[in-house]
């Protein structure tokens, strides 16, 4: 299946039409669990894009979505100042758990910066589904990715 990419303006409800787009896209291909698991992570994405990226309410946050036979895949760019992905924020009971849910529940995620903006993405493996409580050993976020559709 190709590439498709979204879209949306930097507000906070935008996480709906980007969980709509990744269902769309990969609904067929992968499991309910790994859609759910998908959609779920596409809003913390999508979120943090929208309440960090330092955007104005209509400058663009761009949803992509890959899925091939063995993997889903997806990518939230903005045009913020990005982060490193090993020294976040402490959490606290209001927030700051989004990318520990994205570790948990991807194959493997990461963060690429680039002249068009960052990229925080993460994979689903539709090869093997994952058990629950898996470690997540392996799965640490890296700096670069093998995305051709990369600007």
Excluded: C, Y
């Amino acid at each position: 299946m190709p590439t498709r990419s979204r879209t949306l303006p930097s507000r906070p409800a935008s996480f709906v039409e980007a969980r709509r787009f990744v269902r769309d896209t990969a609904a067929g291909s992968a499991s309910r669990q790994v859609l759910d698991d998908a959609m779920l992570l596409t809003s913390e994405l999508v979120t943090n894009a929208v309440r960090h990226a330092g955007h104005a309410a209509e400058d663009p946050i761009e949803v992509t979505v890959s899925v091939d036979r063995r993997s889903l895949r997806v990518s939230v760019r903005d045009r913020g100042p990005g982060f490193d992905p090993n020294e976040l924020d402490a959490r606290s009971d209001e927030g700051g758990w989004g990318l520990d849910l994205v570790e948990k529940l991807s194959f493997r995620w990461g963060v690429d910066r680039g002249e068009l903006g960052n990229d925080v993405w993460f994979e689903m493996d539709l090869a093997q589904p994952a058990s629950p409580g898996e470690a997540s050993e392996g799965r640490r976020p890296t700096e670069a990715s093998p995305d051709p559709s990369r600007g």
